[in-house]
């Protein structure tokens, strides 16, 4: 409406224009006339008419020049109307946005000196754009940036979408996060003037990321937690598990606690051996369980300690803490004005087994969701390994008790190899016990030596305890032992390294020995220390085709043997063994440690 008004204005202006034109022309045209015709000195009424009509004639083109000119005068004022009238409302719709953007939007000189800045700049900074039009970039910025944001500006001045991150300082000295792009600014000769920029507050992406991180932080905890749980074998490390937990939050104390009837008895070392750090565990043989508490002593903010660390009393604490998870059945959380609790239950089997509690101090604000879900899902990992465990152990207990019973049913076939069978596995349980071997491992070379012959229930009992020399017919027959007593147990599901030791214990490190002839490395220890003792017991035995060796023919043997035959570890422990009588061997005719109970 406003347009059109200035477009009415104009137009009439624009037509009085026009007429004042016309008539200081014909005013000027008439003139003209009166001197001409003066001047040529005529004054007839033909000549005053002759003027008037050549007044008229020349009045009627100028009208028509000026009249034609005007209009496209006209159209070309009204284009540049609605022109300008564009280029404001497109201005305007641009200073708008400028005005409301939440960045910051400035322009400033070579040196720095703001020359324009949109009101987001007040807000952010706290000072007003007149303020701000009067000082140089630097007056915005935090003391450690004073000098930087500078130096990099005429580092970087042929640089365009230079991006900078540094915090800005508002009026009350609050430091603010931005990210500051650059652009520069040249004259038509390519000379610098100045810069136009951009400040980004960045404040809530610095949250997020920071939340980000934090979320990495716990998934590499839980990876972590995770990765040893896989890997554990037989006692589950709870003091490295509380540690990663505690390390990865602000958690001051933690402990894990299984009941009298949690299917874990597993025993853990109480020892210490982080300075930094403490970890107590207590244990009643009388009252099994398992208690572990760790103390982070480093300082996060307070936190006495004394809720539920193992020194300060925190063993009955965290009974009670046990108690009211089992009955809530869920996670429990308190906080005694000095500290905040977190008590997760340790579900084995779908049955409450015990608890995982951790305190944080009053000043963490407590645990935050992420935290919850880290913590529950360790105490979940946790519980799944302790069901593995126990699968585990029952499962190596049918296997032991299926060897017994294996055993057993040869002493009908043949009562020497069935004696032979287990004071060899009493005497490699006692060498692998010496040479460091797990008890894991000291189990299944056990139930290895008791399976090691089992091939010769194949075999004529008549071959087997004949008293003669054996013919290469019966000697390969008797050979043939070890691929049959493997073929044998290949239905049981063994483990791969207890059918080894059935296949190798006649193996040889110089690859005299059989069935395939192997030689050093591809023969496992236990399968090497399997095949030393079947010699040495053999030996030490007696048969009814020869009475038992002496102890020096034994030692002599192992001797002759080593590092050829035998591994050298392996014949030195034993050389030490029969020498100190610490094993009671056949040649000694007494009764035998039991070999397996």
């Given at each position: 409406?406003?347009?059109?008004?200035?477009?009415?204005?104009?137009?009439?202006?624009?037509?009085?224009?026009?007429?004042?034109?016309?008539?200081?022309?014909?005013?000027?045209?008439?003139?003209?006339?009166?001197?001409?015709?003066?001047?040529?000195?005529?004054?007839?009424?033909?000549?005053?008419?002759?003027?008037?009509?050549?007044?008229?004639?020349?009045?009627?083109?100028?009208?028509?020049?000026?009249?034609?000119?005007?209009?496209?005068?006209?159209?070309?004022?009204?284009?540049?109307?609605?022109?300008?009238?564009?280029?404001?409302?497109?201005?305007?719709?641009?200073?708008?946005?400028?005005?409301?953007?939440?960045?910051?939007?400035?322009?400033?000189?070579?040196?720095?000196?703001?020359?324009?800045?949109?009101?987001?700049?007040?807000?952010?900074?706290?000072?007003?754009?007149?303020?701000?039009?009067?000082?140089?970039?630097?007056?915005?910025?935090?003391?450690?940036?004073?000098?930087?944001?500078?130096?990099?500006?005429?580092?970087?001045?042929?640089?365009?979408?230079?991006?900078?991150?540094?915090?800005?300082?508002?009026?009350?000295?609050?430091?603010?996060?931005?990210?500051?792009?650059?652009?520069?600014?040249?004259?038509?000769?390519?000379?610098?003037?100045?810069?136009?920029?951009?400040?980004?507050?960045?404040?809530?992406?610095?949250?997020?990321?920071?939340?980000?991180?934090?979320?990495?932080?716990?998934?590499?905890?839980?990876?972590?937690?995770?990765?040893?749980?896989?890997?554990?074998?037989?006692?589950?490390?709870?003091?490295?598990?509380?540690?990663?937990?505690?390390?990865?939050?602000?958690?001051?104390?933690?402990?894990?606690?299984?009941?009298?009837?949690?299917?874990?008895?597993?025993?853990?070392?109480?020892?210490?051996?982080?300075?930094?750090?403490?970890?107590?565990?207590?244990?009643?043989?009388?009252?099994?369980?398992?208690?572990?508490?760790?103390?982070?002593?480093?300082?996060?903010?307070?936190?006495?300690?004394?809720?539920?660390?193992?020194?300060?009393?925190?063993?009955?604490?965290?009974?009670?803490?046990?108690?009211?998870?089992?009955?809530?059945?869920?996670?429990?959380?308190?906080?005694?004005?000095?500290?905040?609790?977190?008590?997760?239950?340790?579900?084995?089997?779908?049955?409450?087994?015990?608890?995982?509690?951790?305190?944080?101090?009053?000043?963490?604000?407590?645990?935050?969701?992420?935290?919850?879900?880290?913590?529950?899902?360790?105490?979940?990992?946790?519980?799944?390994?302790?069901?593995?465990?126990?699968?585990?152990?029952?499962?190596?207990?049918?296997?032991?008790?299926?060897?017994?019973?294996?055993?057993?049913?040869?002493?009908?076939?043949?009562?020497?190899?069935?004696?032979?069978?287990?004071?060899?596995?009493?005497?490699?349980?006692?060498?692998?016990?010496?040479?460091?071997?797990?008890?894991?491992?000291?189990?299944?070379?056990q139930v290895g030596a008791?399976?090691?012959?089992?091939?010769?229930?194949?075999?004529?009992?008549?071959?087997?305890?004949?008293p003669g020399k054996l013919?290469?017919?019966?000697?390969?027959?008797?050979?043939?032992?070890?691929?049959?007593?493997?073929?044998?147990?290949?239905?049981?599901?063994?483990?791969?390294?207890?059918?080894?030791?059935?296949?190798?214990?006649?193996?040889?490190?110089?690859?005299?020995?059989?069935?395939?002839?192997?030689?050093?490395?591809?023969?496992?220890?236990?399968?090497?220390?399997?095949?030393?003792?079947?010699?040495?017991?053999?030996?030490?035995?007696?048969?009814?085709?020869?009475?038992?060796?002496?102890k020096d023919e034994i030692?002599?043997?192992?001797?002759?043997?080593?590092?050829?035959?035998?591994?050298?570890?392996?014949?030195?422990?034993?050389?030490?063994?029969?020498?100190?009588?610490?094993?009671?061997?056949?040649?000694?005719?007494?009764?035998?440690?039991?070999?397996?109970?």
């Amino acid at each position: 409406m406003a347009s059109e008004i200035v477009r009415k204005d104009s137009k009439v202006q624009i037509r009085q224009l026009e007429a004042l034109i016309l008539l200081m022309a014909g005013a000027t045209l008439a003139s003209l006339q009166i001197v001409h015709y003066m001047l040529l000195g005529t004054g007839s009424a033909f000549t005053a008419l002759q003027m008037l009509l050549d007044w008229i004639f020349g009045m009627a083109v100028i009208f028509l020049l000026v009249h034609f000119s005007f209009r496209e005068i006209i159209k070309i004022h009204n284009e540049l109307v609605l022109q300008r009238e564009q280029a404001t409302k497109a201005e305007k719709r641009i200073q708008h946005i400028i005005d409301t953007t939440q960045d910051i939007i400035f322009t400033l000189d070579s040196e720095g000196n703001f020359t324009f800045a949109n009101k987001a700049i007040e807000e952010v900074s706290g000072y007003t754009i007149d303020k701000i039009l009067t000082n140089n970039i630097k007056y915005l910025l935090s003391p450690e940036y004073k000098t930087f944001v500078p130096d990099q500006l005429k580092r970087f001045k042929e640089v365009a979408g230079r991006h900078l991150y540094v915090d800005l300082m508002k009026s009350d000295g609050t430091l603010v996060p931005v990210e500051l792009s650059f652009i520069p600014i040249k004259n038509r000769d390519g000379e610098l003037i100045g810069f136009q920029g951009i400040a980004r507050y960045i404040s809530e992406r610095k949250e997020v990321e920071k939340a980000q991180k934090e979320k990495e932080k716990y998934l590499k905890a839980i990876a972590r937690v995770g990765q040893i749980l896989l890997e554990t074998r037989k006692d589950i490390p709870y003091k490295k598990i509380l540690e990663i937990l505690c390390h990865t939050s602000e958690i001051n104390n933690a402990f894990i606690m299984l009941g009298d009837d949690s299917p874990d008895k597993n025993r853990e070392s109480n020892t210490v051996s982080k300075p930094e750090s403490s970890v107590t565990g207590s244990e009643s043989p009388e009252n099994p369980k398992v208690y572990i508490s760790y103390t982070d002593k480093e300082d996060k903010g307070g936190g006495t300690g004394a809720s539920i660390s193992g020194d300060t009393g925190g063993e009955g604490v965290a009974k009670d803490l046990m108690q009211l998870s089992k009955k809530e059945g869920a996670i429990v959380s308190t906080c005694n004005g000095t500290s905040s609790n977190l008590i997760l239950p340790v579900m084995v089997n779908s049955e409450f087994a015990g608890v995982v509690g951790f305190e944080k101090p009053v000043a963490a604000s407590g645990f935050k969701p992420v935290e919850i879900n880290l913590l529950a899902t360790s105490a979940t990992m946790l519980a799944q390994t302790i069901e593995r465990q126990n699968a585990g152990k029952q499962i190596k207990q049918h296997f032991v008790h299926l060897t017994k019973m294996m055993s057993k049913a040869m002493f009908a076939v043949d009562p020497y190899t069935v004696s032979h069978q287990e004071r060899l596995a009493s005497l490699a349980a006692f060498i692998g016990e010496k040479l460091g071997l797990t008890e894991d491992e000291l189990e299944w070379l056990q139930v290895g030596a008791l399976l090691h012959d089992i091939g010769k229930a194949a075999i004529p009992n008549t071959i087997l305890s004949k008293p003669g020399k054996l013919t290469d017919e019966e000697w390969v027959l008797i050979r043939s032992h070890v691929k049959r007593g493997y073929e044998m147990l290949q239905g049981m599901n063994l483990p791969e390294h207890v059918m080894n030791m059935v296949m190798n214990h006649h193996e040889r490190l110089n690859g005299s020995g059989y069935p395939h002839g192997i030689r050093k490395d591809q023969l496992s220890l236990e399968a090497r220390i399997l095949g030393i003792c079947d010699v040495v017991e053999a030996m030490s035995s007696h048969r009814p085709y020869r009475p038992a060796r002496k102890k020096d023919e034994i030692i002599e043997e192992l001797q002759t043997g080593r590092e050829k035959l035998y591994d050298a570890r392996v014949v030195d422990l034993l050389v030490d063994v029969i020498e100190r009588d610490e094993f009671a061997f056949g040649y000694q005719t007494a009764n035998l440690v039991p070999a397996m109970t």
